[in-house]
């Protein structure tokens, strides 16, 4: 006499029910950098020449080309050398051209907070 089905022992472990495909759940984070450069090409907007404040050979810009630089308008660049902020030449053709190494180390001033703005306080 053949056995056709067995039932399993109480000692015995219960049979495995068939598993369901697990599904996985991936992210990807991509993170890109990006350089800006800018490039100024206008005949006369840069040239090398002697800083008469620093004794040394630098590139002069012209106060566009040094807005661009800064990040900023001409007319900050303006306000800037006439506070004396930073070194500049006046060619005898009434150019006015500015020493890139003291615009590289100027300390430019940042936004005003609120507090500052309400209290009167300037830069």
Not at 77 to 104: I, M, T
């Amino acid at each position: 006499m053949k056995i056709l089905s067995r039932t399993p022992s109480a000692s015995e472990p219960p049979a495995k029910e068939i598993d369901k495909p697990k599904t996985i759940q991936r992210s990807i984070e991509i993170t890109v950098e990006r350089e800006f450069l800018a490039m100024v090409n206008q005949p006369g907007a840069a040239f090398i020449a002697l800083c008469a404040v620093c004794g040394k050979d630098v590139l002069l810009l012209s106060p566009e080309a040094a807005a661009l630089t800064a990040g900023t308008s001409p007319r900050e660049v303006y306000r800037w050398l006439e506070a004396g902020q930073l070194h500049f030449q006046e060619l005898p053709n009434g150019k006015v051209y500015l020493c890139s190494e003291s615009l590289k180390s100027f300390e430019r001033p940042g936004p005003q907070s609120p507090e500052q703005l309400s209290s009167g306080e300037s830069l």
